[in-house]
């Protein structure tokens, strides 16, 4: 199976920065795309950024320069540098990956256990 390990949560006062880490271990023939979502109180999990194993970025739009997304290769690990944070930005952050798995070549999404990311002063 494919496991999704995050770190590099916390809190942090408004205005400052997080960097969180996403890497996948496993049964993995490739990694098409990563990503990470978030989900907030009392609201629905969205979109934060993705990137592909070509490094092809998407993001939400209101998001758009204050967090970008990289990764080290094409396979591991994906991090978030998150900037100038904000109360809003408080959340349960979690990484996701479209995978091909070793062995059956089936395409999979998996996600991991989230992290917390609270922004207060």
């Known amino acids: 199976q494919v496991q999704l390990v995050e770190s590099g949560g916390g809190l942090v006062q408004p205005g400052g920065s997080l960097r969180l880490s996403c890497a996948a271990s496993?049964?993995?023939?490739?990694?098409?795309?990563m990503g990470w979502y978030r989900q907030g109180p009392g609201k629905q999990r969205e979109l934060v950024a993705t990137?592909?194993?070509?490094?092809?970025?998407n993001y939400a739009d209101s998001l758009k320069g204050r967090f970008p997304i990289s990764r080290d290769n094409a396979k591991n690990p994906v991090y978030l540098q998150m900037k100038s944070l904000k109360t809003d930005d408080t959340a349960v952050y979690y990484c996701?990956?479209?995978?091909?798995?070793?062995?059956?070549?089936?395409?999979?999404?998996?996600w991991g256990q989230g992290t917390q990311v609270t922004v207060s002063s």
């Open positions: 990137i592909t194993s070509g490094g092809s970025t």
């Open positions: 496993g049964s993995i023939f490739s990694i098409r795309a």
């Open positions: 996701h990956a479209d995978v091909t798995v070793g062995g059956s070549l089936r395409r999979r999404a998996y």
